[in-house]
């Protein structure tokens, strides 16, 4: 911006430097002829180019049809691609070429002299709202609501319940989402199996290698009512690591020659976190970068998860095979639960 | 500043705007666009031992111990793990894709040109296999596209891989500067061998936790997203910001221009 005013259209430093009471109505600038407006040729041309693009309109939804008649998806990535494609333009065009056209037309073709249209005050006259009040009075005194008591109760109840028609059904079909212990409560339980997500083959402990990440569910998953429901809360991650690479553990012998489980719902919000780096311990949360670190009882190194992924406790069965020495310690998922409790 | 301030108002400008704009996404999408790893499959032969602990000494040593044994890093220098009894398939991915050896540091041992040819990794994976027992390179047939389930691999890559390499193996973020490579151009031998040995952060996947079957259906369904999208671009399918960019910049943009269009007096 230049610091040099000009005197001639700077309005705060003309003449005596007071604003003037009231600027004038500057009025519509003058109308410029289109070159259509005066030459035949260009007005001529003008229409020839709005039929242009209809045209292209009519074209494109006649070649919408035929691709679709002609070019179905098929069964490859290939097919699908072309017959979209195909679709897609036709629909563009027909479409575009009508907007195109329409907008051409007016701009090009049509009347565009300038026109101002006052505004006017939207407020009825004052004696039309003199009246409307009157009315409202009259027919106030005519029901009588002030003096007869019984009928004002029965009328406010009346409207102040209805809504309860809609509102109880409406919240009463969330479903069976009332028993909040429901959320504290996972399958696990001592001695169930630990399986591989999603084929359900139990894991032998001795089949687990050093740097192994497992993704985890209990046994009998399937079986359960609702078995999404349970995976939700039950899934798990486990890693088995160099058990001196193990600082710390949230229990006693929770640990099994190296092999940890964690809860695989986020502590922050409930994200599933199985990003596990194999190298440094860490698993990730990919939602909000909550970093928790399995060799150290899943302490929170970095992000805004509040608590440790909770740790399963794990032990091996007679045959060898891995199983829960009981469910979970603390509650899994959003910290919001843990308060309930 | 002053001539470009003179000439926004100028007619044209909107159009320039949106060239200039979809130029530059392009430039950003050419300049992010992973490199393709090319690497070759080797077959591993018992007496090219001798002739890749040759190359071992000369090329590895340095950082994995003449013998093999490993090295820890001192006073800033160059340090490796040892490599006995990782297997050759170790050796056919780490040296395959370019990531051994290793030319600077950094958050992450990054792919690379291919250092040495087929023949040479063969030898090198042969060594390495000599000096302990480990998982060795997979097959032909059992890295097969063909041959494995997409949809089964589907589900196996949604439970164990997605969550790092995205969930159509675009690949994806890490923590502290880490990352996971895309798999749009990694050889099936590769995506093998890098389930079998877990390189770098990624964990290991055995054949207890993902059967050989079972690793050809992830490969198969990694294969099928090489088709790309029936829906179109996929626009680097890494969601809400390679779409957003273009809804903004694209999208947006022609809005503008329309209304602009509209708006002005016909001449």
Redesign the interface.
Known sequence: MSTHHDPSTDVTTRGDGALPERFDDPGLHEHRARVGDSDPKANKRAERQVVVLFTISILGTIGAIVAYALVPPGETVGTMRLSNLLLGLGLFLGLAGIGLAAVHWAKALMNDHERAEDRHPTASSDSVRVKAVEALREGAKDSAIGRRGVLKGAMVTSLALFPLAIAVPLVGNLGGGWDVSQSKRTMWRRGTRLTIDPSGRPIKASDVTIGSAFHVIPEGLEETEHPLNEKAKAVVLMVRMDPRDIKSEQGEGWSYDGILAFSKICTHVGCPVALYEQQTHHILCPCHQSTFDAADGAKVVFGPAHRPLPQLPITVDDEGYLVAQSGFDSPIGPSFWERLT | MKALAARRHHRSAPVVLLLLALLLTGAVYAIAQPASADAAQAAASESDVAAGQKLFQANCATCHGVSAEGREAVDGGAGGPSLIGVGAAAVDFQVGTGRMPAQMNGAQIQAKPVQFDDEQIAQLAAYVASLGAGPSIPSEEQVDPSKGDAANGM??FR??CA??HNAVGAG?A??QG?W?PALTDTTPTHIYEAMLT?P???????D??ITPD?KRDIIAYLDEQR??????LTLGSLGPVGEGLWAWVVGIGLLIGASV??GA???
């Open positions: 589900a196996l439970t164990n969550m790092c994806g890490l923590s880490k996971a877990g770098q952060s990624m964990p290991v996947f055995n207890a936790n079972e088709d790309g999208s029936p829906g179109g269009w509209i007096k016909s001449s």
